[in-house]
């Protein structure tokens, strides 16, 4: 059993700034990439961001330039800081991960998604 927490979310004014961050718990092996999406009412679920456990990272061409993310491998937790936020990125921010876990057979790797958090930025 693995699960990932969000946490950070909350109401900003646009041009705010806001922090969130993903603690992934459980019998954890190692955590190959963990990343970031989003979901606005009536749209579908996108990638943010991601970062690999080596540090590298990707942002989709939305948000280049305002958000960054990274992760603590040591701490098992992703954040994403989102700066001069915008009205249109309000949604839903969701947490993702592939973790590793151990098993009697060997090695499994699982695909673990959090709960969310809600990201509001008004006018």
């Known amino acids: 059993q693995v699960q990932l927490m969000e946490s950070g979310g909350g109401l900003v004014q646009a041009g705010g700034s806001l922090r969130l961050s993903c603690v992934a718990s459980?019998?954890?092996?190692?955590?190959?990439?963990m990343d970031w999406y989003h979901q606005a009412p009536g749209k579908q679920r996108e990638l943010v961001a991601a970062v690999t456990s080596s540090g590298y990272a990707t942002i989709a061409d939305s948000v280049k330039g305002r958000f960054t993310i990274s992760r603590d491998n040591a701490k098992n937790t992703m954040y994403l800081l989102m700066n001069r936020l915008k009205p249109e990125d309000t949604a839903v921010y969701y947490c993702?991960?592939?973790?590793?876990?151990?098993?009697?057979?060997?090695?499994?790797?699982?695909?673990?998604w959090g709960q969310g958090t809600l990201v509001t930025v008004s006018s």
């Open positions: 459980g019998s954890i092996v190692g955590i190959d990439v």
């Open positions: 993702h991960a592939k973790v590793v876990v151990s098993s009697d057979a060997g090695y499994t790797a699982l695909e673990v």
